[in-house]
């Protein structure tokens, strides 16, 4: 069989890998080869830096209150470069 991975499918694949290194794994260090530096995140807590800093310190912040963190993806969909995932 002769499938083609789609741009969509690869969207996907690199927000579940996103989930997995950086949240499920604390690999902070992986955050820059996902987000870029002018990456904004809208719903960030007041004071939260901005860019790839901002994600650091907000996943640093789950993983110290729940220290066996583990978020798994049930669903998700793809539109052009949109991903949105349950």
Do not use: H, W
Request: hydrophobic share 35%; with cysteine; proline share 7%.
């Amino acid at each position: 069989m002769n499938e083609k991975i789609t741009i969509t499918d690869k969207n996907k694949a690199v927000y579940r890998r996103f989930i997995q290194e950086v949240f499920n794994e604390g690999r902070l260090d992986k955050i820059e080869e996902f987000l870029s530096p002018s990456y904004v995140y809208r719903d960030a807590p007041p004071g939260t830096p901005s860019g790839p800093a901002g994600i650091k310190e907000i996943v640093s912040m789950f993983r110290a209150a729940f220290p066996d963190l583990k978020i798994t993806i049930d669903e998700q969909a793809a539109e052009r470069d949109l991903v949105c995932s349950r």
